[in-house]
């Protein structure tokens, strides 16, 4: 399995950025997704997750209302729309695979993209 995160960047406070991480090498609908993200010294931290045909999601009470995950299962993608960005948004922000759904715990994620960069200016 392969996950490949993109579209972070440096971005003021109350703006938007959109992630996006292209997998390969499984059955992508059939599997759970989600976005995890980690602070400099902090853990890594659940952001969101998303079932296998999309239509359930599930957020930490810290983004909710702001970001929005979302998958297109024919372009085998997962998205993070995130929007009102805050400072303490900054981190590395990871997709993972999990065979569950809806899973918020990092032991429940089997595989792992490599993570991109959002830093938000205030």
């Known amino acids: 399995v392969q996950l490949q995160a993109s579209g972070g960047g440096l971005v003021q406070a109350g703006g938007s950025l959109r992630l996006s991480c292209a997998a390969s090498g499984h059955t992508f609908s059939t599997y759970g997704m989600g976005w995890f993200r980690q602070a400099p010294g902090k853990e890594r931290e659940f952001v969101a997750a998303?079932?296998?045909?999309?239509?359930?999601?599930y957020y930490a009470d810290s983004v909710k209302g702001r970001f929005t995950i979302s998958r297109d299962n024919a372009k085998t993608t997962l998205y993070l729309q995130m929007n009102s960005l805050k400072p303490e948004d900054t981190a590395v922000y990871y997709c993972a695979v999990s065979r569950l759904n809806l899973a918020d715990t990092r032991d429940r994620y089997d595989y792992w993209g490599q993570g991109t960069q959002v830093t938000v200016s205030s």
């Open positions: 998303i079932s296998r045909s999309g239509g359930a999601t």
